[in-house]
């Protein structure tokens, strides 16, 4: 049984949020800010944190950013009482996964949660099936029926990343730092060319696509 972390600081909403999940098949463990989160991560297993961003002590943003920092991977579910375009980019730049508003529906929350767990277990397989596609990090390659495709290391992984996070966007400082490392001398121009060869490459499958998000990076879409 999977365990939902919920961090949130007012105890009715954390008691609904708890009973509900509980009463969908998971185990729920509680948080009152992002210290108490930090803490209960630090010594045993989530599958994901469903994180209110207005908290004292440390907020849903310092929170979020702080796991990414210490990489951990864990899907990571925003709440916030106001969705403006503003908080949801601070959000996807400090690391979060998807985002809801205030008052939550709570069938939505379940759905948004079993798609981030199902995204989450697919990067723990190291493949990905979208269709008649299969794209396998252990051997660097796509195929489709008879044609496979094999990719250099840090075009696979660009693309691995943005198809395990679909409508997920990355900036293009995340993604250097993700493919290339945090002491690579890269710049966003290298993160460019290979998008683009990879649209190229990828042009004539319908199963997925990359899309630009001006101003703020890249995300991929799944049609399948």
Do not use: C
């Not at 990090?137 to 395990?164: G, H, R």
């Not at 121009?189 to 042009?203: D, G, M, P, Q, Y």
């Amino acid at each position: 049984m999977e365990t939902i972390l919920i961090v949130e600081d007012d105890p009715n909403t954390q008691e609904l949020m708890s009973i509900y999940l509980r009463n969908n098949g998971f185990q729920t463990v509680l948080a009152n800010n992002g210290k108490e989160a930090m803490t209960i991560i630090g010594q045993q297993a989530i599958a994901l944190a469903l994180v209110d961003i207005m908290m004292p002590e440390m907020d849903g943003y310092q929170l979020t950013d702080a796991l990414r920092q210490a990489n951990y991977q864990l899907p990571i579910l925003m709440v916030t009482a106001k969705e403006t375009p503003s908080e949801k980019k601070k959000g996807f730049l400090v690391g979060t996964d998807d985002y809801m508003t205030k008052p939550v529906d709570e069938e939505e929350m379940l759905l948004r949660i079993r798609a981030l767990l199902r995204r989450s277990q697919i990067v723990a397989e190291n493949r990905i099936m979208l269709g008649d596609v299969l794209i396998d990090a252990d051997s660097l390659q796509v195929t489709k029926e008879q044609t496979i495709i094999n990719l250099p290391q840090k075009e696979f992984l660009l693309l691995f990343k943005l198809l395990s996070y679909p409508g997920k966007i990355f900036t293009r400082l995340q993604l250097m730092d993700d493919i290339w490392g945090y002491d690579s001398e890269t710049d966003a121009r290298t993160v460019n060319v290979h998008i683009n060869r990879l649209r190229e490459k990828f042009a004539e499958f319908p199963e997925f696509s990359i899309l630009t998000v001006r101003g703020l990076g890249y995300k991929a879409e799944r049609h399948v």
